[in-house]
């Protein structure tokens, strides 16, 4: 299987990369970006560039048989430039998906999309209020939801489209706003935690067996997955913990717009099999982190 990557140098995007080469497909990455070598295993082929490069992403696609869109730029503070170019970005490489006759995209969406749901599971049959959320900056949710619809199109298009709502991803090497509450705390503190926030957080090792899951295979086509844990997390108690080892305050912040996102995985489940082989796997991450700490003889 011929695949493309765009994103491909990012965070998610490399792994990925390195794993569908592993798995023997030919691999190209797209991305504005030049990849760290030592992260990239030979066999996949880099294009330098954006996908709001018409050319470039025209040339990009040839002979490809699965798009994993992952590129994404987040400017908060140039709303147009973010919105100019995630979505007609993505119009773009849907122009060019449409015109090289690729047969499957798979969009990496956002549980963003759904706002802020406190502590219920939101489904995908859930209304969307991005609007509502501010992760990710102002028009994040918004743009991935449009982004969702302009893909979703393509189906018109005899071009078989899945869209994955990932949630929260964490890995020893990227442990995110936890790993600035652990640096926090290293300083002497206070530990900073959104008071509300959290949700069903997912190992990187999960997502990238979903994205796998998911390539070529007729039974995702048209479907819109949620992509999370099953454990739900509350940032506030990971942030206690973070704060207790190292003896040091925690302060709780409000912001409605980063309160808690839940989402359920039923029907992941229930159409592909989903089992997720990390499922509490955060807090280990955080006391493995813990563990690592250099202690001063008072400790």
């Known amino acids: 299987m011929k695949t493309l990557v765009t994103g491909g140098a990012g965070y998610i995007g490399r792994h990925l990369a390195n794993a569908l080469v592993r798995q023997k497909h030919a691999v190209i990455v797209l991305d504005r970006y030049t990849p760290d070598p030592a992260l990239v295993l030979p066999g996949c082929t880099f294009v330098q560039g954006s996908v709001s490069e018409t050319s470039i992403v025209h040339r990009a696609v040839q002979s490809v048989d699965v798009v994993f869109h992952l590129a994404w730029s987040s400017h908060p503070q140039d709303l147009r430039r973010e919105v100019r170019e995630n979505l007609l970005g993505t119009l773009a490489l849907l122009e060019a998906i449409r015109a090289a006759e690729v047969k499957h995209l798979i969009f ?91 949700g069903e957080y997912v190992h990187l090792d999960d997502v990238l067996a979903v994205l796998q899951l998911v390539a070529g295979n007729p039974a995702a086509f048209g479907h819109v997955f949620n992509v999370a844990g099953l454990h739900t997390y509350r940032d506030s108690e990971l942030a206690q913990e973070i704060g207790s080892a190292f ?53």
């Open 108 to 198: 990496a969406s956002s549980a963003v999309v759904y706002g802020p749901t406190g502590t219920r599971r939101a489904s995908e049959r859930n209304a969307c209020f991005p609007e509502r959320s501010t992760i990710g900056g102002p028009v994040y949710g918004i743009t991935k939801l449009a982004s969702e619809k302009c893909c979703l199109a393509c189906e018109r298009d005899s071009v078989a489209v899945t869209v994955l709502r990932i949630h929260g991803v964490f890995s020893p090497g990227q442990l995110g706003k936890f790993g600035h509450m652990l640096r926090s705390a290293r300083r002497g503190g206070p530990v900073l935690a959104l008071s509300e926030a959290g």
């Open 247 to 299: 003896g040091c305050a925690v302060e709780m912040v409000e912001n409605p717009g980063e309160a808690m996102v839940s989402v359920s995985v039923q029907k992941l489940q229930r159409v592909l099999g989903y089992v997720p082989r990390r499922e509490a796997f955060l807090e280990q991450l955080i006391q493995e982190r813990l563990a690592a700490v250099p202690r001063s003889p008072d400790d």
